[in-house]
């Protein structure tokens, strides 16, 4: 009897059946995915199938694979990502093409194998088949653009890749266990801080932590409508899970995450492209959950609070982040546009967009009653029971960068800011409005009853959202928030612009690399060459009669001489009889008597010996 | 939108009130000396995103932002080199 069935496999295995279908048969199949696999999850968490605690094995290299670790954090994250993979693909039913379903359906089981992954070897293994195959979701919009974006995110992608292997075997070698649990992790010099750090660079690649971040903000704008809200979700939070499980109060990422939360609300103002501004809130608010794990000292009850906060906030952030994708896509697939400054007035031809959108900008910033407020304020709690100020200072403010641009510029910006509309435009296909009505229907759900999102966490929940003193704080600050945008925003109008990002590294400077091997150091090279080259065309010609050759290196040498001292006649004399010698070369050869050979031979042999003495002696 | 003004000045005066009837009447527990100001939230929050708005438009002013075709420019650049 089947003890338990990977989730994640139900996605890969039924992948490959996805061109076989047709028509209504194909769509119904793949929304069935899915809720077979939230059943599957069901039954799990209810202890039918392996409960909690249990593993699932195979045999590899001397090694037993452990696929499917269950635990209460395993299972939240499952959870979100089932749910929003049926979501996503209501959104995409409509795309024809059958390989940007497979590379989806891909990209989610291979992030629930990491999710569900016990050991280094099977997280390695899913890790690698989720960055290419969300590489797909990036091509499929077939333009130059998309491809240069997808080499950019796949070539980071394998660096950390290569991190993470590299980590691996080091810490396997210096623990010998592959158990994917905390790990030791300091500064110090040592193989096993090297293994550690080494995966840790690998898991912050993932998570888009600056400045190894630009791969994210690079690429999301690039991909397809509908792919694009796949790779929302799935990269960057199971980046946060493997954190949770690899470094959990970690004080580095404390501060990482503050600035984090910061970076990308800066260069969200700068941003005149909708999906790339929605990108970097994207690292703003994953910046909350990084700092979360950071604070999260196992044991602890702010500790605690942050890795509860990081889970909660990770579940709310993947739906309404979802949401805003949806909508700022529904805008692209319609009009073809997706620049601030080639928008604005359409609330006349997509209201129904627009307010399913703000659902998700609320819930972003963080107003009572969605989602977002829910968890995000059990980061910030978590950094004031810590006592870091700057840090709260710090998230609080990102607050208050996100509603600025997620909330009011971007719809601003798109729905109205004009007179009348820039372009014709109707709402998206149905299916598209419904997969939004459910993600926003759920982001205000747990806004509302947030009971059920808390009893999913890995720690009790000892914390209410709803006091009068939490909503009157946050009601302040996104209210104010308000004000100063109305005031100043005129200057938030879309310029037609690019921001320089840490992507310039590779791909200017970059390129100066190149510049510099192709250029200068070819020219070097070439130079070293020719030397070289001339100098032994020399010895050949020396070793064809050295004792003429000698005779006329000595001429030459006296020619320089007479040149200094003589007159020109007698040197123009001079230098035609050394032209002559020259033409000659090599000459008749001087042939030796045979005694004299014999001598040469004995006399070189005898050096030979010498230098055979030295050396051994 | 006369409307819309008032109803906003209405839910400003408001949340201000409320800062104030929770300090007086709840004593919310305070982790930082800023909370103990009623107003401290509204002020953040006017101020930081004045701040943010004028710091980053002045970052991306006189260092980051370029011209659209930046990337596109300097690749055709490279193309004529080789």
């Known amino acids: 009897m089947i003890e338990w069935f990977h989730p994640g496999l139900i996605y890969i295995l039924g992948a490959p059946l996805i061109p076989v279908l047709r028509g209504s048969v194909k769509k119904a199949y793949l929304l069935l995915l899915p809720i077979i696999a939230f059943i599957n999850l069901l039954f799990m968490s ?18 037993d694979l452990f696929l499917g670790q269950i635990d209460t954090l395993s299972t939240v994250f499952a959870y979100v990502f ?7 693909m209501l959104y995409a039913i409509h795309i024809k093409e059958d390989g940007q379903h497979v590379a989806a359906y891909l990209y989610v089981g291979s992030t629930l194998g990491v999710v569900f992954a016990g050991d280094l070897f099977t997280l390695f293994f899913f890790w690698e088949v989720m960055a290419w195959s969300s590489l797909y979701l990036i091509w499929y919009r077939r333009k130059k653009a998309a491809y240069q974006a997808g ?23 210096t623990t010998g266990s592959i158990a994917f649990e905390a790990f030791h992790w300091g500064w110090e010099m040592s193989r096993d801080n090297l293994a550690s750090n080494l995966i840790l660079l690998a898991f912050l690649i993932n998570a888009a932590v600056p400045p190894l971040h630009a791969w994210l903000t690079d690429a999301y704008p690039e991909a397809t409508v509908t792919g694009a809200v796949f790779l929302t979700a799935f990269t960057t939070k199971s980046a946060i899970y493997v ?18 939360a910061v970076y990308g609300v800066v260069f969200a103002v700068l941003e005149n492209d909708i999906r790339r501004l929605l990108a970097y809130h994207i690292i703003s608010q994953v910046g909350y959950m990084i700092s979360g794990v950071g604070m999260g000292v196992i044991g602890t009850a702010a500790g605690e609070m942050g890795i509860n906060g990081a889970v909660a906030h990770a579940f709310s952030h993947i739906l309404y982040k979802a949401l805003l994708f949806m909508g700022a896509g529904a805008v692209l697939e319609v009009t073809g546009r997706s620049k601030l400054t080639e928008l604005g007035g359409l ?17 972003i910033s963080g107003f009572p009653l969605f989602n977002g407020f829910v968890s995000k304020t059990m980061v910030v709690q978590a950094s004031a029971m810590w006592h870091l100020p700057t840090v709260w200072l710090m998230l609080e403010g990102a607050s208050i960068g996100t509603f600025l641009h997620t909330g009011l510029k971007l719809p601003w910006g798109t729905w109205f800011a004009r ?12 299916n598209m409005l419904a997969a939004m009505g459910i993600t926003a229907f759920l982001c205000i759900l747990l806004g509302v009853y947030p009971k059920i999102l808390y009893n999913l966490l890995p720690y009790p929940v000892h914390y ?12 302040q600050l996104l209210l104010f928030t308000f004000v100063a945008f109305w005031l100043l925003r005129r200057m938030l109008h879309g310029e037609p612009t690019i921001t320089l990002d840490t992507d310039w590294f590779y791909r200017i400077a970059g390129n100066g690399v190149i510049w510099f091997c192709e250029k200068p150091l070819m020219t070097f090279a070439t130079f070293i060459d020719m030397k070289v080259l001339s100098l032994a065309r020399f010895f050949v010609w ?31 004399e001079y230098e035609r009889g050394l032209e002559e010698q020259k033409r000659r070369y090599p000459g008749e050869l001087p042939r030796l008597t045979l005694g004299a050979s014999v001598f040469l031979i004995l006399l070189s042999l005898f050096l030979y010996l010498i230098l055979y003495l030295l050396i051994v002696v | 939108m006369k409307h819309l003004f008032r109803i906003l000045y209405g839910c400003l005066f408001l949340s201000i009130v409320a800062g104030f009837l929770v300090h007086i009447y709840l004593h919310p527990h305070i982790y930082f000396f800023w909370e103990a100001l009623p107003i401290f939230s509204a002020l953040y929050g006017f101020i930081g995103c004045i701040v943010i708005i004028i710091g980053s438009k002045a970052v991306g002013r006189y260092w980051l932002q370029r011209e659209e075709d930046y990337y596109e420019k300097s690749e055709r650049m490279q193309g004529e080199d080789t």
Not at chain 1, 48 to 63: H, N
Not at chain 1, 82 to 88: L, N, Q
Not at chain 1, 243 to 260: D, K, N, Q, S
Not at chain 1, 552 to 562: N, R, T, W
């Open chain 1, 464 to 475: 209410e959202p709803y006091t009068f003193s939490h909503v009157a704080t946050i009601s």
């Open chain 1, 419 to 430: 007179e009348g509309p820039v372009c014709e435009a109707k709402e998206p296909p149905k």
């Open chain 1, 542 to 572: 020396v070793s064809r009669n050295p004792a003429v050759a000698l005779g006329i290196q000595k001429e030459e040498v006296k020619l320089i001489g007479k040149r200094l001292f003589s007159s020109p006649e007698r040197v123009e």
């Open chain 1, 347 to 363: 609330y006349k031809y997509m209201p129904i967009t627009f307010h399913l959108y703000m659902v998700g900008a609320y819930s």
């Open chain 1, 243 to 260: 954190l949770i499980r690899g470094f959990p109060g970690v004080e580095l990422l404390i501060w990482l995450g503050a600035i984090m």
């Open chain 1, 82 to 88: 089932v749910i929003a993979s049926f979501c996503m």
């Open chain 1, 46 to 63: 209810s202890g039918v199938f392996l409960s909690r605690g249990k593993t699932w094995s195979l045999p590899f290299l001397g090694y």
């Open chain 1, 151 to 173: 080499f950019r995110y796949i070539l980071v992608h394998f660096f950390g890749g290569i991190c993470l292997l590299g980590g691996i075997l080091i810490h396997l070698q």
